[in-house]
């Protein structure tokens, strides 16, 4: 043991000296080193008040550090959720903690904790138990400690139902007591086998974990229950795994359809090994066989019994991120320890994992602040907002919030709704969409007249006269386009940002464009002019005649606009609108009077030979 670490635990009492020690043994038997086992009874020190976490900074490297202060970090997530929040838990643990060593270090820290359960009172004990089912059984189903896993659920099963726990142990010890004489033939008869082969290995008998059984008969009775009792072979070789069953099958007799051949067809979540139930002696027994690889990898492998385990249809988003760290470890020559230290994987990097005080986990995207959380519980929390407690202090409503932080929102029922301004500061959809309909429901005279405004401004910016475009006939297009009946409901969207005040804008000045053309057009009889386009000669320029003249494109005047015109240098008259924005800023000694001149209609040839052939058709009649 490293002396450093020896140091640390001749500073606690007797008994936390002893779960210290236990807690270095799990540690090395899940394959981890000395700097894990560091951290854990760093962590130790900490939780009995030795060390302060500030101190594990100034003392020891970043790893170690980062690693202690995650476990003092996790140490505070609520577990005590029901089922539906399981997954929720996982997911942020996994966000929380990024690297895998410091993973299965909680692990182990569980595995001491549930071993030394007697020391704690009633309600400690069930919250223990709880959190082992909630997160810490299925983490550890998730990276293939299913050694520690078995351990975990039989003890929290335990505490939380004991009476059906002695039960299931006494008519499982009895059985196997009964049974165990045929057991031991059994797995002399595996043995005898084997040793004709020449192949050398292990066997020994097994009993189904107690609550996996309790699982079971839900649909089973014991008798039903075929590997309750069986006998498991390790040998060296996959061919010795099939030369072994293949000569068992000589000598047994194997139920039908009971033969699973895992090895060529492995388990979704890679597990390998040969099933088959046979007949001995009347009764029903299950040989298991495997390599001592794939027997490694079934007790102690990470990332190996997720999906089968949990019995999930479906792998979740959760399984999809896991996916890399199984073709790592079957990618790689590493040992356990110097793989695990690889993977400082950030799983979840576009998301973060945050808490109600209550316990509920809330997803949300990074950058996310009390505002989106307060609108991911409901509406009115949202809109009633004023203030936020991050960790139990008081913290701004912009506050960016961290993977493992619990959050309380303080509402005030007097409170006159979110502000404006949290649309640009809220990072979820969902946030936006709830503040957008709280204005358009509650705010809808102030929003009708903050939309008007801003129409009007953005008609002005264009440089066009408020008057001429802002009529009721001018929306009715824009009214169909967007199914509405009334103006207020357009400037009602408007107020609100649903609709954008400059698209309006530009829509009705298209609208009024069109408008004049066709004014023009049917004032002259004569829809074939094109005025689509102003001309110079359209204009007239107060005392000045024959002059170059040009039409501002900042303000695009069209035919019938109020105008005026501005003396430029060596450019001529620019024509602009009068109320143009520009104008305002030219020297008023070069602005000069100007307006439009009638639109003369001239006729061509061929018009006036068809208009005199009329005529005579007319006169003739």
């Known amino acids: 043991m490293n002396t450093k670490i020896e140091d640390i635990i001749s500073t606690f009492d007797d008994f936390h ?103 704690l009172d009633h309600d400690a004990q069930v919250y223990l138990a709880n959190s082992i089912f909630a997160l810490f059984s299925p983490l550890s189903a998730r990276l293939g400690l299913s050694n520690f896993k078995t351990e975990l659920e039989n003890g929290a099963f335990k505490i939380l139902n004991p009476k059906k726990y002695d039960e299931i142990q006494n008519e499982v010890d009895e059985r196997f007591h009964k049974r165990q004489p045929i057991v031991d033939r059994l797995t002399a008869l595996v043995k005898k086998c084997m040793d004709e082969l020449g192949i050398k290995g292990k066997v020994y008998g097994r009993k189904k974990h107690i609550y996996s059984i309790y699982k079971k008969l839900a649909d089973h009775t014991l008798d039903n229950i075929y590997d309750l009792i069986a006998v498991r072979a390790i040998v060296s070789t996959v061919a010795e795994c099939f030369a072994l069953i293949g000569r068992l099958h000589g000598e047994v007799a194997p139920m039908p359809n009971r033969y699973k051949d895992y090895i060529t067809n492995p388990k979704p979540n890679g597990y390998q090994s040969i099933h088959s139930t046979v007949i001995f ?13 794939m027997h490694q990898y079934a007790e102690y492998g990470i990332a190996a019994h997720w999906v089968y385990k949990e019995k999930r249809t479906k792998r979740d988003s959760l399984d999809i991120r896991l996916a890399w760290l199984r073709k790592m470890m079957d990618d790689a020559n590493n040992d356990i320890d110097d793989l695990a230290k690889s993977l400082n994987h950030d799983i979840y990097n576009s998301e973060i994992f945050v808490q109600t005080p209550m316990g509920k986990v809330i997803y949300l995207p990074n950058g996310s602040t009390p505002i989106d959380f307060a609108y991911s519980i409901h509406s009115e929390v949202g809109s009633k907002c004023v203030g936020a407690k991050i960790n139990g202090k008081m913290a701004s409503t912009t506050s960016i919030l961290n993977n493992g932080d619990v959050v309380e929102i303080i509402t005030n029922p007097n409170s006159k709704g979110p502000s404006r301004d949290w649309l640009k500061i809220c990072k979820t959809s969902e946030a936006r969409s709830k503040i957008n309909a709280f204005f358009k429901k509650n ?14 401004s953005a008609i002005k910016e264009k440089g066009y006269s408020t008057s001429k475009l802002i009529s009721d006939n001018m929306f009715d297009d824009i009214l169909s386009y967007y199914n509405m009946t009334e103006m207020d409901e357009l400037y009602a969207n408007i107020g609100t940002n649903a609709i954008s005040a400059k698209l309006i804008a530009n829509k009705l000045a298209q609208a009024y464009q069109k408008k004049i053309k ?67 800023y030219f020297d008023e000694s070069r602005l000069i009077e100007a307006s439009w ?11 006036n030979k068809n208009t005199d052939k009329n005529k005579m058709v007319n006169n003739s009649k």
């Open 443 to 456: 705010m809808k005279d102030d929003n009708i007249r903050l939309g008007k405004s801003m129409l009007e």
């Open 281 to 293: 002696e009347g009764f029903p027994v299950e040989i298991q066989i495997r390599t001592e690889e």
């Open 597 to 607: 001149r009638p639109i003369e209609v001239k006729q061509n040839k061929k018009q």
């Open 518 to 584: 066709l004014e023009v057009g049917t004032s002259n009889q004569n829809p074939n002019i094109n005025i689509s386009e102003p001309t110079d000669n359209q204009v007239a320029v107060k005392g000045l005649n024959n002059i170059l003249m040009k039409f501002a494109k900042c303000c695009h005047p069209m035919y019938g606009d109020d105008i005026i015109g501005f003396v430029s240098s060596g450019r001529g008259i620019i024509i602009h609108r009068s109320i143009c924005p520009n104008v305002s």
């Open 17 to 119: 000296k002893k779960k210290a020690n236990t807690l270095i043994e799990i540690i090395t038997e899940m394959g981890l080193k000395d700097e894990v086992k560091l951290e854990g009874v760093l962590y130790a020190s900490i939780r009995l008040n030795l060390i302060t976490l500030e101190q594990v900074q100034e003392k020891y490297d970043v790893e170690i550090y980062n690693a202690v202060s995650t476990l003092v970090k996790i140490y505070n997530i609520n577990y005590s959720q029901q089922e539906e929040e399981a997954e929720n838990l996982r997911k942020m643990f996994f966000a929380i903690t990024k690297d895998i060593r410091t993973i299965m270090l909680k692990i182990a820290l569980i595995v001491v904790e549930l071993r030394y359960a007697n020391n």
